[in-house]
């Protein structure tokens, strides 16, 4: 079974402290733990809904409690630099989602242990993949159309590791659609009608893709919470990570 990408949100203590419990029973299926960076350090996707610590010191401090436990990747997809992946590096955060090539170049020249990741708000053209040299990332994840298109996903250069982002409702023909709602919650809310073009790979059908990805990611930071043992993303993660269960019979 293949490994996942698990989203979350620093909101608090006692949150927190659900979080860890859930996940520490699942760890062999996590690759790792991914969150946005701290509200001022940069820009990322659909952060408008809250849910953060407008304290860094808190922040960090809430990261450092699920580091403890798991591996974190820290998102920059807007707005990043070389100083702010330094400053997160120096407090030992080493994995990062950033969509710049030219600073990915740059932080895998100066880091030899640095993990990198080329986030899905690239919206790589098939070609790109191609004709770009991308090995400065670790890992690449793809534009929704491969979800859709395993004849594709089949043709792309076997060098690089590729992930694929699973549980969206993203429509996968229109390229157009995803970077309107990607940092507009408002727009988000309303793309989230264009369901029949959904790129959402259900559990079951993974076993289709396994052969072409290092490991899967799940979204969903705009539900996060652990508060109720019926919260949508905490049954559509365990459907998951149940190894391909219908999170409909989970309840």
């Keep these: 079974m293949k490994k996942f990408e698990i989203p979350y949100m620093p909101i608090n203590e006692e949150t927190n402290k659900?979080?860890?419990d859930f996940f520490s029973k699942r760890k062999e299926?996590?690759?790792?733990?991914?969150t946005p960076s701290y509200i001022r350090d940069g820009i990322n996707t659909r952060v408008e809904?809250?849910?953060f610590s407008h304290d860094f010191d808190e922040y960090l401090y809430l990261l450092n409690e699920v580091k403890k436990h798991f591996p974190i990747e820290i998102l920059i997809q807007k707005n990043c630099s070389k100083e702010i992946i330094q400053k997160y590096y120096s407090l030992e955060f080493k994995r990062f989602t950033i969509n710049d090539d030219t600073l990915a170049k740059q932080l895998k020249t100066k880091y030899d242990d640095i993990i990198l990741t080329l986030s899905i708000t690239r919206l790589l053209h098939h070609e790109d993949i191609f004709n770009l040299d991308l090995s400065c990332y670790d890992?690449?994840?793809l534009d929704y159309r491969y979800n859709r298109q395993i004849s594709l996903l089949k043709e792309l250069p076997k060098k690089y590791n590729y992930v694929l982002l699973v549980n969206s409702s993203c429509n996968y023909k229109d390229r157009t659609l995803c970077p309107l709602h990607w940092f507009d919650f408002k727009n988000y809310k309303d793309c989230k009608k264009l369901l029949k073009d959904s790129s959402k790979i259900y559990p079951l059908d993974l076993i289709y893709f396994d052969n072409y990805v290092h490991h899967y990611k799940l979204q969903g930071r705009e539900y996060f919470s652990f508060e109720n043992p019926d919260n949508f993303l905490r049954l559509e993660i365990l459907s998951y990570l149940r190894n391909n269960i219908d999170f409909y019979d989970l309840k």
């Design 49 to 51: 809904d809250g849910n």
């Design 18 to 20: 659900k979080f860890i």
């Design 139 to 141: 890992y690449i994840v």
């Design 29 to 34: 299926n996590i690759e790792c733990i991914y």
